[in-house]
């Protein structure tokens, strides 16, 4: 049974990363990103890790928690790191067999294309660690209601991420359960050609799809009972306010995005 | 609080060509009146218009003709609509399906929240709605990692946030077990009690509709009954034609009386509603020192030849993780061929782990299930026909159903095992007549059938592989007491007729006491009992205990003994009591 996964993996804890405003925080990550990419040199991957590594000692989740996200993209990064070693172009070989060139470039840009990927993977988990799914589609819909003025529906996106949020626990559950069914039923979605597991899938799909439709339809009855009218006159319990906390945060982004445009004009 | 004057209301239905077609209106006249911190209760089988009738109530409906007034607002008109839905709250039967949000105080929060209150405000009604349903330890707790009771106890707080004058349940225990259902039922009695809340539950145990001041009875679009509880069930007759029952006490004092009358014996009164009322009555009329009737003992049959044999049997939830859990724990237990079994326990005792490892759905951690001496899990190559001979029919079977028509569906299994057509063909149609299924379902849509026609459709779907073992996990949940006994009834002749071991697994234990040969009773991973019904429903408090209990009669009959009489044990049907009291009043 796949019951008990955690959406988001949210890990709570007391600390200034989970007390900070998550807009502040979104803010914060896309500027960590773009600072990975706008760096190469060992200044500055030093110094992006001396700042994460702070960063996840002040949030009290534990190190593995970090690394547990890196495991899910384990094979895109092996993917990464081996085709640099391979087809990256360069002078000083180290190993040559048959056509298989291995030079010290490559090594080079693999290690630091790996350790990127892994980066940008601790930074944003340290996010959703931090940060619960329903804030987070908070932080989202405020951050796009500028775009309101342009057609954007923000209330309705948010919306929809905080349902397919609040179900995906709810259908995994429910999947496995047809699936059993099924398979009681003399049903194989294991073996065969891809036809053969394509087809096999519709005693699957179909109940899913059923059910998901009722859901749907019960779900909008639910919500239109407990007067739902889209962002019509609505207030939210939680609302969110820039606090001294978030001052301070956006006072550190901002010297960290110096320090990055630094990096990169005088060390390269 | 809540008034409707001749609501007429009709569902359009649209036919292939895009036409509408009218068909027999949903509701079809209705006059009701509920007063201001009424509880009460609406009956009726599946299809009656309750539903249909309790959204008017909150204007998710209105009315083709006729008015509904809630809180002195007419539901017509549009400007008052927040005003009602705010008055007159929801709660619906699929917890699932009515949780907004990923933490318990945002959903509760999203009824204020959309009516535009300040948050500081918002916080706080959240806070009382969270306590007054005694879940406020729980506000931060995400929705799918609560039971169906506690996942009900956030619904009903999510209404309760509006401030509401009214609550209206739509058969908010039908997908409960005993345990969620009585927290839901106090709740909602607290809360008629101590904050005056109007209540309208629609339900189908007759037990929680005896619990509230009225009851309103309808069938086909009318109300065929309305009045106390005790005035609408002394009609146990009119009940029975409703498609309803009568809580067991009625129905055991009504068949007491039909003996009675036979011997042109003055009757007992009939507007009881508890084992203990009707137990007053009688001692009332009792004759001095007679004494109470014996049962025959029942020989249960004798079996001999063990078909499955679980052997040590231990299981765990992900294993290795923070959600460790052990399911079942070091079971042993062997069912023999030919037996009828029931298995009970509350939820989270590990039955369900328990049957899903007897057709090698689940492998265990360690332990064996052998099948007639192999073990299950030895061959991946022999698990199909394994599974073919242990049927397994999953709570909500007709969950699963996805054929273009029923007889395709059916077939679904059989075809699976590599059958030629004929043979095919001849198992589905075996297996329809099995469920009491007629030949003119084959060719329609299953999502066509009714609710008790589709749970049968499916599992014929099971029965056409023709097992030798059939599972049922909770077959008769959710549906009307008619649609219960209906299936029920057909499992009986299924074990009578087909020759095959079947076994039940349910809540209520009157359903198991009244069939099974033998109880196993499932608790926190382990076999806590296991003998013949007399057996283990003679450990009430063992029971009582594992948040289980024993059939109402058997409560009877004890309090019987209580009070000097020599009542037998193993009375579990209101029959069989009827046979242990007559003797003391004729």
Known sequence: ?268 | MVKGTGIVFKYSEYSEDGSEAQNRPALDGIDINIKKGEFVAILGRNGSGKSTLAKHFNALLLPAEGAVWVNGFNTMDEGSLWNVRQSAGMVFQNPDNQIIATVVEEDVAFGPENLGIDPKEIRRRVEEALNAVQMADHRRSAPHNLSGGQKQRVAIAGVLAMRPNCIILDEPTAMLDPLGRKEVIDTVMRLNREEGITIILITHFMEEAAKADRIVVMDEGRIAMSGTPREVFSHPMNMKRLGLDAPQATELVSEINVELEKLELPLLPIDILTMDEALEAVAARAKPGASPGRRAPKEPPKRSENIIEIKNLTFIYNEGTAFEKKALDDISLNIKKGEFIGIIGHTGSGKSTLIQHMNALIKPVSGQVLLDGEDVFADKGRMKSIRQRVGLVFQYPEHQLFEMTVFKDVAFGPSNMGLPDAQVKERVERALSAVGLGEDVCEKSPFDLSGGQKRRAAIAGVLAMQPDVLILDEPTAGLDPKGRDEILEQIRLMHENLNITVILVSHSMEEIAAHVERVIVANKGKVALTGTPEEVFSHVQELEQMGLAAPQAAYLCQKMRDMGWDAPEGVFSTQDARDVIMPLLA
Not at chain 1, 27 to 36: C, D, E, F, K, P
């Open chain 1, 1 to 268: 049974m796949i019951t008990n996964i955690a959406i988001g993996q949210y890990y709570p804890a007391e600390s200034p990363i989970h007390a900070m405003d998550p807009r502040v925080k979104l803010i914060g990550v896309i500027m960590y990103i773009s600072a990975l990419f706008m760096i190469s040199g060992i200044a500055g991957y030093a110094f992006i890790i001396l700042s994460i590594g702070a960063l996840i000692r002040l949030s009290r989740v534990p190190f593995r928690f970090m690394l547990k996200g890196l495991r899910g993209i384990m094979f895109i990064m092996l993917f990464t790191v081996v085709l640099n070693i391979f087809f990256t172009p360069g002078e000083k070989l180290i190993l040559q067999f048959y056509f298989i060139r291995i030079t010290q470039e490559g090594l080079i840009l693999a290690f630091k294309m790996g350790l990127r990927l892994a980066l940008l993977i601790i930074g944003s988990s340290l996010l959703t660690l931090t940060t619960s799914p329903i804030e987070l589609t908070d932080a989202l819909e405020q951050l796009m209601k500028p775009l309101k003025r342009l057609g954007v529906p923000a209330h309705e996106i948010a919306m929809m991420m905080t349902i397919a949020l609040r179900f995906i626990p709810t259908l995994v559950e429910e999947m496995d359960k047809i699936m059993k069914a099924q398979t009681a039923r003399g049903a194989d979605f294991d073996t065969g050609g891809i036809v053969k597991k394509a087809r096999s899938l519709i005693p699957l799909l179909v109940p899913l799809f059923i059910s998901s439709f009722r859901r749907a339809d019960e779900l909008a009855l639910a919500m239109e009972a407990r007067c739902y009218r889209g962002d019509v006159n609505r207030t939210r319990m939680k609302e969110l306010k820039l606090s001294r906390l978030d001052m301070k945060a956006i006072g550190f982004m901002s010297l960290f995005a110096a320090m990055i445009a630094a990096i990169r004009i005088f060390l390269g």
